[in-house]
T-cell receptor, first 114, second 113 residues
């Protein structure tokens, strides 16, 4: 069974600074997808970034980038130039291809301070 | 395109009752997945429907069931409600391929008294 571990229940960062959220996973699969989702307070979950396991290049989306280490089964999220609107719960998720159910980590609550 | 919609947004039930939650996917999406989110257990996968067929199922008791209609709308039913069923129920839609991103709805907050 696949498991996803986020070891940082809570983190905080000053506005405009950089923060890295950690995620590790356990799987015997070779092909899979990894995601970071963001869930702002009382708002719906939105996709931040995704990474295909077969791609060696780390995914980036504007201020968000990942450090994907397949051998170490590590998938961290870096947020640069943090903004107040980045305050949210961040979930790391793993999805194998068949059957394609998604497994989530426990989440990291990120607070961006002014 | 309109996003994923879920109705109702809030629901209060008592133990022993049953409840039906509805999810309308993004237009053109054929896959709908359901998740339960609680403070203690986090986000847990319930089941996925694709083209009116259950394609995958998580580790939940048989009291949790679902279905999908020909227009891809999906319903989830929980029978004989227990206090522990209080949760945020999220649905997510995608085109249906394993490489496709899942887009989430706002959720239905179920409270069981």
């Amino acid at each position: 069974a696949q498991t996803v571990t986020q070891s940082q229940p809570e983190m905080s960062v000053q506005e405009a600074e950089t923060v890295t959220l950690s995620c590790t996973y356990d799987t015997s699969e070779n092909n899979y997808y990894l995601f970071w989702y963001k869930q702002p307070p009382s708002r719906q979950m939105i996709l931040v970034i995704r990474q295909e396991a077969y791609k060696q290049q780390n995914a980036t989306e504007n201020r968000f980038s990942v450090n994907f280490q397949k051998a170490a089964k590590s998938f961290s999220l870096k947020i640069s130039d943090s903004q107040l609107g980045d305050t949210a719960m961040y979930f790391c998720a793993f999805m194998k291809l068949v059957p394609s159910d998604m497994r989530f980590g426990a989440g990291t609550r990120l607070t961006v301070k002014p | 395109k309109a996003g994923v919609t879920q109705t109702p947004r809030y629901l209060i039930k008592t133990r022993g009752q049953q409840v039906t939650l509805s999810c309308s996917p993004i237009s053109g999406h054929r896959s709908v997945s359901w998740y339960q989110q609680t403070p203690g257990q986090g986000l847990q996968f319930l089941f996925e429907y694709f083209s009116e067929t259950q394609r995958n199922k998580g580790n939940f008791p048989g009291r949790f069931s679902g279905r999908q209609f020909s227009n891809s709308r999906s319903e989830m039913n929980v029978s004989t409600l227990e206090l522990g069923d209080s949760a945020l129920y999220l649905c997510a839609s995608s085109s249906g391929g394993p490489e496709d991103t899942q887009y989430f709805g706002p959720g239905t907050r179920l409270t069981v008294l």
